[in-house]
């Protein structure tokens, strides 16, 4: 069995959030060890390959629960944990508290939060700042333009053009400041890794640029984008985004 330095077991069963995961992680400049979806391939995986950190899904469908498993990764050697979850099981966490683990992420995590226990995780210590932003420091400056299928041709889009950004059924809506708007099959949550930081997060369903924002009413929880536009606001993420605004009193 062999070690490599840093390798990151990612055990999750929605390719959703495995691809969220991985692609997070590759921004670390981390070698990945999966992501796989059972806890019979991770163990698999792991008798050729020991991580320095795993990333466990709490609610894996198939075969043992997540604590399960990372009680079968722990009885081979030591192994810090990091359980992501979107349960409510109260009994589940309390078992899954008893490891000890680094941290359980409850979903939807943020990218900055993954990144801080995963130093957390790997060095004893949480490097990055809490108010990192993707995009910020040393990252790659993401393009200014993204493609979106539509039928069989694949259009441009400025990202400077997108005022907001909302699920519609199981598609992502993006709209332009023209009005125009194309629909695509990316999650929520893996487009904004592909967006520059003047996104923010305003609702589950919701991002919003910055740049278009003309008002907001923190109470009535609304914001107001161009034409008639409005994007609900979250309480979960009512703060962050006062926090991104230059606000004057």
């Known amino acids: 069995m062999t070690n490599p330095s840093a390798s990151i077991l990612v055990v999750e069963d929605s390719p959703a959030q495995a691809r969220l995961l991985g692609t997070c992680l590759t921004q670390l400049g981390l070698p990945l060890l999966g992501p796989t979806a059972t806890a019979a391939a991770a163990l698999a995986l792991c008798t050729t390959v020991w991580p320095a950190l795993a990333i466990i899904d709490l609610g894996l469908e198939a075969g043992n629960d997540g604590v399960e498993l990372a009680q079968q990764l722990r009885q081979q050697a030591p192994l810090p944990l990091i359980f992501i979850s979107a349960t409510d099981d109260t009994e589940l966490l309390a078992r899954a508290r008893a490891l000890q683990p680094v941290a359980i992420l409850p979903k939807p ?141």
């Open 109 to 249: 995590f943020t990218i900055t939060s993954l990144r801080r226990m995963v130093e957390l995780g790997l060095y004893g210590q949480a490097r990055t700042p809490l108010d990192w932003q993707p995009g910020a420091g040393a990252e790659p400056a993401p393009s200014p333009w993204l493609f979106v299928r539509e039928r069989d041709v694949l259009m441009r889009l400025a990202l400077v053009d997108i005022t907001c950004v909302h699920t519609e059924q199981k598609h992502a809506v993006l709209t332009l400041v023209s009005g125009r708007r194309h629909s695509v099959r990316t999650p929520l949550a893996e487009l904004l890794l592909s967006l520059p930081d003047t996104f923010v997060q305003v609702h589950r369903s919701w991002l919003v640029n910055l740049n278009y924002i003309e008002y907001v009413d923190p109470v009535a929880g609304i914001v107001r984008l161009p034409g008639t536009l409005e994007a609900p606001l979250g309480r979960t993420y009512r703060d962050e985004l006062l926090r991104r605004l230059p606000l004057i009193s």
